[in-house]
């Protein structure tokens, strides 16, 4: 069997250092429908200040970001549980090393422009870029990537 170059020094790594590679650096979860718009904001924000510190270990400089994700999770989490799409938001933060990326689903339609939602003036403000795609459900996932 021939490896490559780049396989080769992953088997020569130490096993702490794979781990730390293959380490999911994420975390999801999941408000039911019978929770209020404010209700959901307060539970997202307050599940991500529990977890968040455990997903940025070992990472410099991540006090500002993930006091900025939180922010942008509360209000992503907000306009998606007023328009929501399915019964439940489903949330995801995600840390690549340079970005904390925040994505909330299922929203009824697409993301409204600043003038429309005022809430999205901080979500805009606090991020790099902001997008959506289309979800399982059939409604919109909402995305947005915070600098560290």
Not at 37 to 53: E, G, K, N
Not at 103 to 124: C, I, K, Q
Request: net charge negative; aromatic share 4%; proline share 7%.
């Amino acid at each position: 069997m021939t490896i490559s170059p780049t396989e080769r020094r992953l088997q020569t790594m130490p096993s702490t250092m794979w781990q730390h590679l293959t380490m999911d650096r994420d975390i999801t979860f999941t408000i039911g429908p019978e929770t209020k718009p404010v209700d959901a904001m307060a539970r997202a924000a307050a599940f991500a200040r529990i977890t968040l510190p455990m997903l940025l270990k070992d990472a410099p400089g991540t006090a500002a970001a993930a006091s900025n994700a939180i922010k942008v999770l509360a209000e992503l989490v907000d306009i998606t549980a007023r328009g929501r799409h399915s019964t439940d938001v489903l949330g995801r933060v995600a840390f690549d090393g340079a970005h904390i990326t925040v994505s909330v689903g299922e929203m009824g339609g697409a993301l409204p422009s600043p003038e429309e939602e005022p809430g999205l003036y901080l979500v805009r403000a606090l991020t790099d870029d902001v997008g959506q795609y289309c979800g399982d459900e059939g409604g919109h996932v909402t995305w947005a990537s915070v600098p560290l």
